[in-house]
């Protein structure tokens, strides 16, 4: 697992890599603008080839981008094929607790 500071992974390109991570098949531009609500093809692209440069994606010979490594994001948790807030999971958790 790759460790990554918030100042790498941030703002749309956070917003695009738990998408593709989620999709669980390789993605696209056009369904990563999609998915992700991005207003354009190109721009898309640029994201998903910062996450390739950044070593999270992987282009394949059919020029679709699949996840190579999950990224360690400070503040995020992994669970499953999403990524959470700590604090949202932490509450989660003592809630459930008071509750029993």
Do not use: C
């Not at 390739?52 to 990224?71: F, I, R, S």
């Not at 990524?83 to 989660?92: F, I």
């Amino acid at each position: 697992m790759s460790n990554t500071s918030n100042e790498d992974l941030e703002g749309i390109t956070l917003s695009v890599y738990p998408y593709a991570v989620r999709k669980g098949k390789p993605v696209g531009r056009r369904d990563v603008m999609k998915g992700a609500d991005l207003s354009s093809p190109s721009v898309a692209y640029r994201h998903l080839q910062k996450l390739e440069d950044m070593g999270y994606l992987q282009k394949n010979n059919y020029g679709e981008y699949v996840t190579k490594d999950k990224a360690r994001v400070r503040g995020y948790m992994w669970i499953v094929r999403r990524m959470l807030p700590k604090m949202l999971v932490y509450a989660l958790v003592f809630m459930s607790i008071l509750i029993v």
